[in-house]
């Protein structure tokens, strides 16, 4: 049995590793329990040396002095100053109304503001508790589906996983060993294509059950001209001139111009024009535009401008992540003061759960590092490969047989979990067979999001399920008494959305110029080219050097390419001149 065992140590260790987690003891301690405790067992099997862990505290250390890793407290302090200091209710309370007249317009509302929460917090629970208190009521109230209502809720928060600056890209790219940055270019174009595919999913509910999404009815619409019009108008013709100043920019940028930072330029040109244009409409009185239009104009600048500040610098090359985090938490902070919304209790609070989650992510990865560290001296990481590389079918098979993996594991673990256990098991695979790591982090990125999404244990639908009615309710505004939403609906509400997320993750794997487009043209260097030139020592004669360099070697010459240093060195060993 120990033969065995010893023989075994590696999936032992696995498995005993996946029955902690499963029997619910903390990731943390589960990790560092099974490395402590194998590692023991190893040394007395005489499996391993009692000098491994004589490289704890260094590989510790290594953690503490990671600056990859100081972006997750920024981006998550940023995006919970945003989320209380009520720019959430504020972008649904006017997206809702411009979508309003329009069958589902508040739930392409929903979408639009899970985009743009996703853009500026990067913090799933954020987003899903922030929209579920907000729109929640109002589309019972107006009587959507209550697993239409609750599934785009819990999707819409869930992009901020996927869409930059997400905490899930960084801890990626620290364990594929990538930089964060172009982890955040190759994921920029595949987080809209899925923002895309959500909206289209609200549109055909809209199309084929149209008492599911109704529209917003007129008495609900507050934006309204002196005449009683809704002034769209206005509101078309600004994006119309926006959008024309934006594409008439691109043009001119050269050729060879990054895909993410043309789109970021471009972006930011356009905003620019329709609020210098509203500001003076509004500063000179001239009339111009609606009051929808100025609404819309002025509620969207502040996050938009925020991504330029930090999406925007990182792509550009100005800042890295963690600067780029930091002036996001800056920018957060002014617009807090700008709103007039920043206190003592609202700091208080957005730095408590800031420095619980760090801690949170600290002690996982300290955890990770005990476990590995046991795991690699026994050869566990060459188990992995040999296992995943004699699959059949190449890169395919592998792609196909770790995405359902990650599925499957996505049940159980959350992403962090998955980014500091799977990961950097998979990490050095995926390169032995030539696949690009940041195209793989992306994929695994967008394939982890369901991890938020599926029954029973979901953390999005927890959320939901937090701010959801769990009983009936008198509504505030129409005085009629309102079910509540069970934990059912937002069960069979996340599902239509987790097949939109494995159709993403399909979409990648065939289309893998959604990542790499956005990477720009990137350097290839042929090893084989590479000529090292060592200038000459002065301190050396000028004198050409007699060596015996075998037959046909005359005194004054060097010898012959075949002959080399080492040769010579093994001839003089044995005492030849």
Not at 183 to 200: E, R
Not at 506 to 513: K, S, Y
Request: charged share 15%.
């Amino acid at each position: 049995m120990i033969e065995l065992i010893a023989h075994n140590m590696a999936p032992v260790i696995f498995a005993a590793m996946v029955l902690f987690l499963l029997l619910g003891y903390p990731v943390a301690f589960a990790l560092a329990a099974n490395g402590i405790v194998f590692g023991l067992v190893g040394i007395e099997l005489g499996l391993l040396h009692p000098t491994l862990f004589g490289a704890m505290p260094e590989r510790i250390f290594g953690v503490m002095s990671n600056d990859t890793l100081l972006a997750i407290p920024f981006f998550t302090f940023m995006g919970l100053i945003l989320e209380r200091s009520g720019m959430a209710e504020d972008l649904l309370d006017t997206i809702g109304q411009l979508f309003g007249p329009v069958r589902g317009g508040l739930a392409f509302a929903v979408v639009f503001v899970g985009a743009l929460l996703a853009a500026t917090t990067g913090v799933v629970a954020a987003s899903v508790i922030s929209m579920g208190l907000i729109s929640l009521p109002i589309m019972l109230r107006y009587g959507y589906d209550r697993r239409l209502a609750s599934g785009v809720i819990a999707a819409s928060g869930t992009l901020a996983q996927i869409i930059p600056p997400s905490l899930v890209l960084i801890i990626m790219a620290d364990q594929l060993g990538r930089s964060v940055g172009d982890m955040y270019k190759g994921a920029f174009i595949p987080g809209f294509v899925l923002t895309g595919l959500y909206v289209g999913y609200v549109v055909l509910v809209a199309i084929f059950r149209p008492s599911w999404a109704p529209a917003l009815p007129s008495e609900a619409r507050i934006f309204r001209e002196p005449n009683g019009k809704s002034g769209g108008a206005s509101l078309l013709v600004l994006t119309i001139l926006s959008v024309a100043a934006a594409v008439a920019f691109g043009r001119t940028r050269p050729d060879e111009t990054p895909t993410d930072e043309l789109i970021v330029v471009c972006m930011m040109l356009g905003i620019a024009v329709a609020f210098v244009i509203a500001v003076a409409n509004k500063g000179l009185k001239l009339g111009l535009l609606s009051r929808l239009a100025e609404r819309v104009t002025f509620v969207l600048i502040p996050p938009l401008a925020l991504i330029f500040l930090v999406l925007g610098t990182i792509f550009l090359g100005v800042a890295t992540p963690t600067e780029g985090g930091a002036m996001g938490a800056t920018g957060a902070l002014i617009m807090a003061v700008a709103r007039r919304r920043l206190s003592r209790n609202l700091m208080e609070q957005a730095m408590n759960s800031t420095l619980k989650l760090t801690s949170f992510v600290v002690f996982i990865l300290v955890g990770a590092r005990v476990f590995s560290l046991t795991f690699y001296g026994v050869d566990g990481h060459r188990w992995v490969e040999e296992l995943l590389l004699n699959l059949p079918g190449g890169q395919v098979g592998f792609l196909i047989v770790v995405n359902i993996m990650i599925f499957v594991l996505a049940f159980f673990l959350d992403f962090f979990e998955l980014s500091f256990i799977v990961v950097p098991l998979l990490g050095p695979v995926a390169e032995k067979l030539g696949i690009d790591l940041i195209w793989f982090g992306v994929l695994l990125g967008i394939n982890m999001q369901t991890s938020f999404m599926h029954p029973p244990f979901g953390f999005a639908l927890f959320y939901l399920r937090s701010v959801a009615p769990a009983r009936e309710f008198v509504d505030k505004v129409t005085g009629k008494l309102t079910a509540p939403i069970k934990t059912m609906q937002i069960y069979w509400g996340a599902v239509p959305f987790v097949l939109i997320q494995i159709v993403m993750v399909a979409l990648v794997i065939i289309f893998p110029q959604l990542v790499t487009t956005g990477l720009g043209e990137q350097t290839k260097v042929n090893v084989e080219d590479i000529q090292i030139e060592v200038p000459p020592d002065s301190s050396m004669p000028e004198e050409p050097v007699i060596i015996d360099g075998g037959e046909g070697a005359k005194e004054g010459e060097t010898p012959p390419a075949e002959d080399d240093a080492t040769k010579a060195l093994e001839k003089a060993l044995k005492g030849q001149k």
